[in-house]
């Protein structure tokens, strides 16, 4: 696992109530009830914006600047979080998916998340003892009805904490791009805030949240 920092993303996936996962690489940790995809996108030597946002298969998903703005996630975190928003619904309408609507509970859990993984220094799905469920529940997303749901989570040091860079990390990992296009979700949310993480100070820190009828 990478020492210093830069970019990490997690990946959780819950379908029909029920938990699913497959077999991943040496970095993918398999739980019992759950798959927790760590992946390690890139480390201090390299630039991974620039490295992976070429003009593929997969560079064609990832929006231009003058159509999704590169906000920074030290700044204003709203804008960061609908540039965000943004960069997912181009890459989803590129894939030929229909685009995501914003919740609001979403992005609230979402949030609520990425200040969790902040405050206890932690990057994992189950974080302060809370696990990767608790947020869904606590906004109400989760109770009665049956919903399928997954939580990508990433954070990033100075400018790989960015709108731009979290997201080309994202899109560049099958599982996590896999969950960004999946027709199975209809709503989602996302939530950014900035701290200190594994030593790295004003760190951008992230979650998604996707949600889906059964």
Request: net charge positive; glycine share 12%.
């Amino acid at each position: 696992m990478c020492v210093s920092p830069v970019t990490r993303l997690g990946s959780f996936h819950r379908l029909r109530q029920n938990c699913a996962g497959q077999q991943g690489r040496l970095l993918t940790l398999l739980l019992a009830l759950s798959v927790l995809a760590l992946l390690v996108a890139a480390g201090p030597s390299s630039a991974p914006a620039k490295k992976n946002s070429g003009h593929g298969r997969i560079g064609r998903l990832i929006a231009p600047e003058k159509v999704c703005k590169n906000e920074p996630a030290t700044r204003n975190l709203n804008r960061a979080e609908k540039a965000m928003a943004c960069m997912t619904n181009y890459a989803r309408r590129k894939a030929g998916v229909r685009a995501l609507r914003t919740l609001a509970a979403l992005n609230h859990s979402a949030k609520r998340k990425a200040y969790d993984m902040a405050r206890c220094d932690t990057f994992a799905h189950t974080v302060c003892g809370r696990n990767v469920l608790y947020w869904f529940k606590r906004v109400g997303y989760i109770g009665k009805v049956c919903r399928q749901i997954s939580e990508n989570i990433a954070w990033g040091g100075g400018p790989l904490g960015n709108v731009r860079n979290i997201f080309v990390a994202l899109i560049h990992a099958a599982g996590h791009r896999e969950t960004i296009l999946s027709r199975k979700y209809t709503v989602f949310g996302n939530g950014v805030v900035r701290g200190n993480m594994k030593g790295v100070p004003g760190a951008g820190v992230w979650a998604q949240h996707f949600g889906g009828s059964c």
